[in-house]
């Protein structure tokens, strides 16, 4: 074959020769370890290098694409016309016209939205840290005109419906490894030629006390809660949804889950090693939905619910518009719902802001507020 069929490949691999380097100098600079909480950062998001900073095409249905994995609005537009009717509730019961997507990807849900939502929303705005995907987004949305902002970061004051769909799950992590007598945080040093584990003993601890089986490795979203934090001090007015893959923390930190849930995604095959391949492969970790209530709540958020993105989704009419489509869509969408595929395994909260709390349509049945 051609040039062209190999050129990908030496692509990739100049890229993961590049970040190794710059991961190297931080090994050197932090005096030989780096936490994998930094090594994830850079991984996912160096400047130029990082797995969503590259300008690689991630998203797709099929490995044919050069993608590594799907996300909802990719399978099928019915995902984001299901979502813009809880979307459309929370405008009209905030009073809000604004809509902020956080990691909207190559822009297809962006897409569906606005097109669903019409006139309801005079802005959206999406906040992305990829300057690589923000290009793919402004070609695709292009013809929504002024309607579509780019922000660089929040503003000091925001009122506005918020939504996230895999957003949480892609944000760094730090790791703990628990030896049967103490925690230690995990992270990586450089030996002979390559990336190794390297533990320290740490102060830092899962939000539950166990029991944790010895040799036990587990995440916190020290960042994830952050954010979910700074969103709660920020939006004055407004209510936010998150949809990604995780568990409430009773489930996250169950003894039988002593490995964690830290995967990588390359060609639609997942694997985990998140050393092998650094910046060539996506990294993540499921989601502790208990602490993102937990930090919501103490920075003023209301929960409005939470439940599977099956329920929510049926709660929002995706049934309904599955009758009017075509066979394709209508394939795609069965995977949204069902527990085996995405309806299960992802989940859904929703977050109310300045006080004002209002029976969600996409919680109206199937609530499991109370697992949390």
């Known amino acids: 074959m051609g040039s062209d069929s190999v050129r990908p490949q030496d692509e990739s691999a100049s890229v993961v020769a590049a970040l190794g380097d710059r991961v190297r100098e931080a090994i050197d600079d932090g005096g030989g370890w780096l936490s994998f909480e930094r090594l994830m950062a ?3 998001y160096e400047p130029g290098l990082g797995y969503y900073a590259a300008g690689r095409q991630v998203f ?13 609005p990719e399978l099928t537009p019915l995902f984001g016309r299901a979502l813009a009717a809880p979307l459309a509730q929370a405008l009209r019961e905030t009073g809000c016209d604004t809509v902020v997507e956080f990691g909207a990807g190559a822009g297809a849900l962006a897409e569906q939205l606005l097109d669903a939502l019409g006139p309801a929303v005079r802005r959206y705005a999406i906040v992305d840290l990829s300057g690589a995907l923000r290009a793919r987004q402004q070609e695709r949305l292009q013809r929504f005109g002024a309607r579509v ?6 503003p000091d004051r925001l009122v506005a419906v918020v939504v996230g769909n895999e957003v949480l799950d892609a944000m760094p992590v730090q790791l703990l490894h628990f030896d049967g007598a103490r925690w230690y945080e995990r992270g990586v040093t450089w030996v002979q030629g390559r990336l190794h584990w390297a533990d320290r003993p740490t102060d830092a601890r899962p939000p539950v006390d166990g029991p944790f089986l010895p040799g036990t490795v587990t995440e916190v979203h020290r ?8 969103l709660g001090r920020t939006l004055e007015r407004g209510a936010a949804f998150f949809l990604d893959y995780g568990f409430p923390e009773a489930e996250y930190y169950h003894p039988q889950r002593h490995g964690g849930t830290l995967m990588c995604h390359r060609g639609h095959i997942a694997d985990t090693d998140p050393l092998a391949d650094l910046g060539a ?6 989601v502790n939905f208990t602490g993102i209530a937990v930090a919501a709540q103490q920075a003023g958020l209301a929960v409005l619910g939470y439940t599977s993105q099956g329920r929510f989704l049926i ?5 309904e518009l599955m009758a009017d489509a075509d066979l394709k869509d209508r394939v795609a969408a069965q995977r949204l719902l069902h527990e085996h595929e995405m309806g299960e395994l992802f989940k859904v909260i929703g977050l109310g802001a300045g006080g004002r709390f209002f029976d969600a349509l996409g ?10």
């Not at 902002?149 to 929040?154: G, H, M, N, P, S």
């Not at 492969?281 to 499921?286: G, M, V």
């Open 149 to 154: 902002e780019w922000w660089d970061a929040l």
């Open 281 to 286: 492969k996506d990294i993540t970790a499921h």
């Open 42 to 44: 850079m991984a996912l």
């Open 363 to 372: 919680f109206a049945e199937g609530d499991r507020t109370h697992r949390l």
């Open 315 to 319: 709660n929002s009419g995706l049934v």
């Open 60 to 72: 797709g249905a099929m490995p044919q694409s050069g993608s590594d994995f799907v996300t909802a």
């Open 223 to 230: 960042q994830a809660e952050a954010f979910v934090a700074t």
